[in-house]
């Protein structure tokens, strides 16, 4: 399969699991499927299925990086579908970790959901909105005098 196809094809391994977070949080089935441990498991499957052709030339990259080798090993179509690969699977345990722990803190999906939004678009991104709005919520209930969660 042709680096073009597998990109288009790799969201299908995620997207399910970030529709279900943002538009059915509460949902019993997402609750259930969020719980388990494998959720990000196809997408990092393929990424390792991706990866392994390549192992020396990537971890050679990696392992000693400068900014010509990055560049140069993210530059054509297979090491931007990679990248991609990866960034699907982090992303999505970030985002099964934040909607995991805000359920556990009793965030509303109301909050919650715009940001599994906004790490679905810019991880790392959403992830500093979700623990600065943790932190705003625990230093809430402090505040009132009650426990934070």
């Known amino acids: 399969m042709n680096p073009e ?3 288009s094809l790799s969201s299908l391994l ?3 699991f970030w529709l279900l977070m943002i538009f059915l949080p509460r949902w019993r089935m997402t609750q259930r ?3 388990g ?3 990000a498991v196809p997408a990092a499957l393929l990424y390792a299925v991706l990866v392994l052709p390549h192992f020396v030339e990537i971890f050679t990259a990696v392992s000693n990086p400068t900014l010509t080798g990055i560049t140069a090993l993210l530059g054509d179509a297979t090491g931007a579908t990679i ?3 990866h960034f699907l699977a982090f992303d999505l345990f970030v985002g099964r970790w934040v909607y995991l722990d805000g359920r556990s803190r009793q965030l509303s999906a109301w909050i919650i959901s715009p940001i599994l939004f906004v790490v679905l678009m810019l991880g790392p991104i959403g992830f500093l909105l979700y623990l600065a709005v943790r932190t705003a919520v625990a230093r809430q209930f ?5 426990s934070a969660l």
């Open 5 to 7: 196809t597998i990109f």
């Open 14 to 16: 995620v997207m399910p």
């Open 33 to 35: 499927v969020m719980a």
């Open 37 to 39: 441990l494998w959720v």
């Open 83 to 85: 990248a991609w690969v």
């Open 142 to 146: 402090s505040a009132d005098g009650r």
